[in-house]
């Protein structure tokens, strides 16, 4: 019979994907409309994102509000994605984020928010108080349609 071994403490490190341009030349996050512009270009074309599902991203912003990049936090079902806030705020605590912007996708088109997507945005906005990492806005992005928590006094 063969022992197993124990396994071995872990060496871990953070690594970008691809080169980031320098700060002045990021994206600023100045509202929804941003947001989204973003989302279609950088979230809705990577090869994680399925948009016959919801999916989470997370945009992580510094302090100047410039997107210094993101994360796919979950890829889910039809109806619904799955996002605790370990690990929205995963990625930004490791990117050392000032902010960020919670995003997902209604594969149905209406962007309205559902009681689940409301808890969420209350959940992540209280751990972000938490850790001091700002939730600016929870954007549902739609089909040619968009839904904002902040622009809707939500947040």
Same mark, same amino acid.
């Given at each position: ?66 997107? #210094? ?52 945005? #209350? ?26 928590? #902040? ?5």
């Amino acid at each position: 019979m063969q022992r197993r071994r124990k396994p071995e403490p872990q060496e871990w490190k953070v690594i970008s994907l691809r080169e980031c341009p320098s700060p002045e030349s990021l994206m600023t996050m100045d509202g929804p409309a941003k947001a989204v512009e973003y989302w279609h270009q950088h979230i809705a074309t990577t090869a994680g994102f399925n948009a016959d599902v919801e999916c989470v991203a997370v945009l992580v912003l510094n302090t100047r509000l410039r997107i #210094k990049g993101h994360y796919l936090v979950s890829v889910g079902s039809l109806n619904e994605a799955m996002a605790h806030p370990r690990e929205v705020f995963r990625v930004a605590i490791m990117a050392a984020a000032y902010a960020i912007v919670l995003m997902h996708n209604h594969p149905s088109g209406d962007s309205n928010p559902s009681e689940a997507d409301r808890a969420l945005t #209350k959940r992540v906005r209280e751990a972000g108080q938490l850790l001091r990492i700002e939730l600016c806005d929870h954007i549902i992005v739609g089909h040619q349609r968009r839904f904002s928590f #902040k622009e809707n006094g939500m947040i």
